[in-house]
Each structure stands twice: as C-alpha cells, then as structure tokens.
C-alpha cells in the first residue's frame, strides 16, 4: 500500500513550488515518514524555516509552522524551543540560508546543544534568487555570479556542526531516500542539537551551468560519491579525494542539553 | 501596609517593570547603555519561571523573542541605537506576522558606534521608519525612572492588545540615573494578555480580519496548528500576492494603530493653557525644559511645557492645538533636528517652530532652552 | 535648605565614588524621604580614568538631573579635579585628598582638604572604605542629611562582616568634616 502522505499535508497547499527534479520534495517526504515513526504530535510540533526554496517546507505540512526571515531559523526556534520545552521543534532550510546569513545563528545552536532537529539541504547553490554561489558552491564551479569559477572555498556543513558543538551530526543525499527519514528519526530522538545535512540537487540553477545534462545525472553525482563512514574507514586518503562521507557522522550523549541546563537555572534562582 | 520603595536606576526599573507586566521571556545580547535590563532580568525572570537568554548578536535576539512570543509567552528585547539597528530586519517581521513584543532601546549617540555612554536621542525617526516597508509603529518615552516602570508595562500592554512590537526609548541619562521608585502593587496598574481565539483549532485563521482589526493569536503548543510568514499573507496566514488582499492586509496594520490614537496616545502638559511659548520635549530633555518654564515665569514670560510619553502614533491632534494658541513652538531634542520636522509638519505654519539641539554627548540644559525661547520671542 | 543642593564627587574610576552618590541619594530620598537623583558619567575604562557621580538633593520633585551649578564638590585626584571640579557655585565648597591634589582650582569657593586616602589606609585601615570616609567628610561638611541617615544608608549597602569598619570610617569622615568647618 502507497505510504499515505496526505494526512501530513495541508489541504490545498500542494502544488509546491519547487522546478521538477528538485530534491527538496524527496527530503519532505523523508521528513514526514520521520515525524510518522517518532510519533509526533503536529500540534506540539514546530517547524521553523528561514528563507529560500527549502525554507517553503514548513508551509506544507500541517503543523505549527514558523517561515521567518533568511538566516534566522535556528534563532527563531532557540526562542520557541526554550520558551516551551516540551514542543518538538524541526528547523529546516537551505546552505545559503544556513550557513551563509545564518551561519552565527546555525554554530551558536550547535554550541549551545538545544534539543531541535535541523534539516539542512545543501544544493550548493542559492537556487531562489537564480543561482548565485554560497558557502557551499564547489571552488572553480560556475554560478551566476562566478562567470569564471568560483573562487572561494566551501564549508563542510557536516564539519562545521560538529566543530561549533552539536551533538548529532549526520549526513546523506537527495539520492537515498530511505537513509533521509533514518537519521531525522536518530536527529528527532537525540536530546540536544541534531543536523541532518541532505546533499541535495538543484537542476535550475546548479546543474545546468556545471555541465550535468538532467537530473538523473546529479542524483547520479550524489549517489557515486556518496561514502558510508564505515566504508570510509577501510579507504585511503586519494580514495577518498571528491567523495563525501555519509551516515552518522558524531554522536554524543554526554553533553548537557540547553533546556535541560537552563531548568536548571530556575531551580537555582528559586533556592531549589 | 507601607509601599515598597527603593532607589533605582531606570534601567533596573525597566527589568522589574517587565516583570510586573507578566514578561517571561528575554533575549538580548550586551550592549552599553542598556546592558542592566539583561542583567535584572537574567535574576529575576528565573525566579518567576521565565526564561533569559543571551543570544550571538542582536538579530538573533530579536528572533528569539518572536520565538518566545509565538508560544504565549509575553516577550522583552533590550538594546541600544547599533542594536535596534540590526534588529530592524525583524522588527519588520514582528510587524507583518504581527507578533506581540517589546523593544527597549536605551538611546546613545550616533551614528554606528558614535558614544556608547554619553546620552541621545537620534532614535526617534528610526523608531518609526527604522525598518523597511509600510506599517505603523508604537514608541513611548518616559522621562523618569518611576515612569520606565509603568511605560514598560504599558509597551506590554499596548503590544499584546495591538498585537505588533512596541519600542520603549529612553536617553542614557534617565536609562542610568538612580531616583526613588514606588512599587505599585500588583493590580494597581492595568496588565493586559492577550486575546484568545474565540474559534477552535479547525476554523482558526491567524489574520481573519472578521474578528475585527486586530485578530486573535493563537499560541503554538495550545492545540493550533498554524502558519506564520513574514511574506504578505491571506487571512489563512499562507502567502498570497493576490493585490486585493495584499492591500486590505496592509492597510489593516496601519489603521489597527492610526484608528486608535486616541487610546495609544499619552502626553502631558506643564502650564500651557496660557502659555506664549511651548516647550515640545520628551525624555530627560523634558526634565530640562520643565526647569526652563519654571525659570522663565519667574522672568515673566508665559512658557509652558508639552511632553509627548507616546512619541509615535505622533500627537498631531494636540501639538497642532497648541500652535494656534502659542506665538511659538520650541522642540528641544538630543539630536540635529528629528521630532521637529514632525511638530513643524502638525504647526502647519500657525506659529514660530524653532529647535533647540545638541549631540555632544551633554544633556540639553535648561540655560541653552532659556536662552532659544528669548531669542525665538 | 534650599530647594536644589547639588553634590558632586569626582575621582579615580573604581574608588567607589558611584557607590559613595548612591549612598547619598538614599540616604536623602529613602531614609529621609526627600528627593533625590544619582547620576554619573565615566568613560570606557572599569578602573582608573576620571569618574564623577552627581546627587541633586530637594524638598521638592527634581526635575533636571544633572547639575546646573554645584553647591559642593569632592575631588580625591589630580585628574579628576582638574576635569569635575568647575561649575561650583559662588560661596560653594570644594572638598580635595590633601595628599593626591596638589593643584586645587580657583575659584570663588571654600577649600577645604583632608588626607581621605590616608585616613582610610592609615586610621581605618582598608584603602577601599575611603568613599565612605569622603562620603563621612562630606556629609559633616554641608549637613546635606543628617548624621544618622547617612550612617544607616551606609549601613543597608555593606554586607554584615563590613559593617563595624564601614561605620567606623564613615564616623570619622563625618567628623573631620565637621572640624573643618567648627
């Protein structure tokens, strides 16, 4: 029987706007499967979103859901999420979004380890305003606004969260869907910040100007060079040059969570 | 039982004020003058069950409290000039998505880094226009540290029922000056919460313009489930571009605030029902221009003080009053001439406007207001 | 007393001479239940650099609160009397550490000196209750509040262990003060 999707949709907000081939739809649908297998409450759940093609997310599912300003998810829901503990709260957005504009914001939440889950979809391009480079665009890719080749170098989301202090760190692609609604299930289930990079395809904007011929190319790309970390651990360093690992990556369970801290907090302020 | 009292400075009286008015959530990032409001509250606020917390920069402080708001919770920011600065991104977002929020600006010189510890009051234009786009603004002003405290209160008060952040500016001067507070006590000031759907969980719009110009909001985690976009919404909360409702939506946001001046609106008046001249200040300039007319009727000449506490909605209706009635109109302001335009705009013409103004990080003193009104005469 | 008695103590940033005002203003409007307003100004710097913290005192609602002409001044530097201690009014007073002003302003005021950060290093024995000895000394001075308000406002501010030394200093500050004008 066909998974039944539209009980996590919001009637009449479909079709999305994303250009076919995009896979932004295939992480939704591996957002909803997750939320399904962990039980949640839509009521008692937000989802937050910044600006950008995967920060429309939230406007599709039926949920509380919060579309704020570029950059700004994670700060949005540092403040739903301390002011009401117990809701569950999912972030979702692109690489430019998260890592560029909102690049203190996003290392600030890892640091601190409250407990959301941040679904970030690295298509290594800002697809929205028509395929200007971000932080994770490829050096010597082309962009619109790198007519030559980009010439800056990338950031490892993946890295990056696990530097700033998250405490579940997993990556997959667009390519495997099954292992996308896997890690956010591990992400929604880990008390502390959790990131799920989906490397992801933008075939507008991205593919096109960096020689792939369709979509199936990209997914493709993701799918070639996609290395389990288990297998990564039996290659060598020049095996290993262009791949990017996937599956989960860090994950700690010692570190204090930031609500659970901060209760801590009131107890000592109420002579507890 | 004798009232609590103690001496305060306008800063601690702001945190405690907030408190007062129900505020459980802050988050705000350091900055000079205004870092003591975070300070009390990062006591205080664990002690009633609420929620501080210090975010990476003045954006993300500003989201946080949306955030906040957003379950319920009445929600603080505190910050100066620089801060509101960046904060105007969301202040905007507050605006549109029509959030409910408090901003204290405690008001430095500038621009940029100008004198983080001397005294201004260049904010005031930007308390209104700070932030793109059309919408209507709330800034009050209070001019004494027992007034931040019923002003903070009345900011949670008017931002709850209008359902839009509202600024609390106040100089450095009366922001750090230390002067005897009386604590009222709890029902002596009116504390308004906001407004709960009338519709169940099903039938709830966040924007239904039906239920009057200021629809109900919904918490998160209450048992709704609803969307919230800083793009132009339908009634529903979803985006649309469709004009009709684009321009119903934003003209609603206006006239929720244009068509309740009256109720927003707090001024007072210092001898003017005879007065010649009007002082126009606000802040501890009033405090300045209060001596002035004292100082000047002792001189014989009929001067007499208007003090906006609400600065924006401007009080058109009144200042426009007294510049019929008065041969002349001083606004004394720490800056190089901001409120003036607004007072010259309601004098319409009907009497002298002149300004008094200084940014030298020194308050405006009575002398140098004195001496204007002479000259103006 | 007149209607408006303005107060200014002046002098290296971290002497306490903000906490010194603040005692003052409460004493005035806590204790004895007048009007007062603190205000201060310093610069960037926690420690050292000049720093000044004014105290209007009135029987009436105060309106401007900063001073306009200053009935009394303590300087305890160099710096901090070169930079503070103008605006005193005619026939006002001027309070200076005998051993840390050399240069006192001119002017058409009553100077006055005591060694403040000798007293406390030397007779109290602890350099940081030398804002309650100049406090003491100022009070004694100009009889701004009475003796009594003055203590005990020193007194609400000092945690327990402090309070015999604090009392001490702020005694013998008021009655040096009071000597120089007897």
Known sequence: MAYDYEKSIRPGKLPH???????????MKGLIRAMDTCGLDRKNTAIVSGIGCASRLPGYLDACTLH??????????????????????????????????????????????????????NNFIYGMTGGQFSPCTPTGAKASTTPYGNPDPIFDISKLAIGAGATFVARTTAAHPREIDKLIVQGIQHKGMSIIEVLDDCPTTYGRRNKFRSVVDMMKHLKANAVPIKAAAKMTAEQLQGKFLTGVLFHDTEKPEYCAQYAEVIKKAQGA | MAKKVALLQGNQACAAGAVYAGCKFFGGYPITPSTEVAEELSISLPKVGGKFIQMEDEIGAMASVIGASLTGMKSLTATSGPGVSLKQELIGYACIAEVPCVIINVMRGGPSTGMPTGPGQSDVMQAMWGTHGDHAAIALVPSSVQEIFSETVRAFNLAEKYRMPVQVLFDEIVGHMRERIVFPEPGELEVIDREAPTDGPDTYKPYDSTKGQIPPLASFGSGYKFHVTGLNKADDGFPTTKASLVDAEERRQVDKVMDNVADIESNEEYLTEDAEVVIWAFGSTARSARYAVNELRKEGIKAGLFRPITLWPFPTKRTAELAVQCKAIVVAEMNLGQMIHEVERAAKGNCVVAGEFRVDGEPINPAQIMKKVKEVL | MAERYELRFSGAGGQGLITAGIILAEAASIIEGRSAVQSQSYGPEARGGASKSEVIISDQPIDYPKATIVDACLAMTQEAADKYANGIKEGGLLLLDADFVQRAPQGNFKVYRLPIMRMAKEDIGREIVANVVALGAMIGLTGVVTKEAGEQAVLRKVPEAFKELNKKAYNMGYEKGKELIN
């Open chain 1, 17 to 27: 706007i994303w250009c076919p081939g995009c896979g932004h739809g295939i992480v």
């Open chain 1, 68 to 121: 704020t300003a570029h950059g700004r998810a994670a700060a949005f829901a540092t403040g739903v999420k301390m002011a009401k503990p117990e809701m569950t709260v999912i972030c979702c957005g692109g690489d430019g979004d998260g890592t560029a504009i909102g690049g203190n914001h996003f290392i600030h939440a890892c640091r601190r380890n409250i407990d959301m889950t941040y679904v970030l979809m």
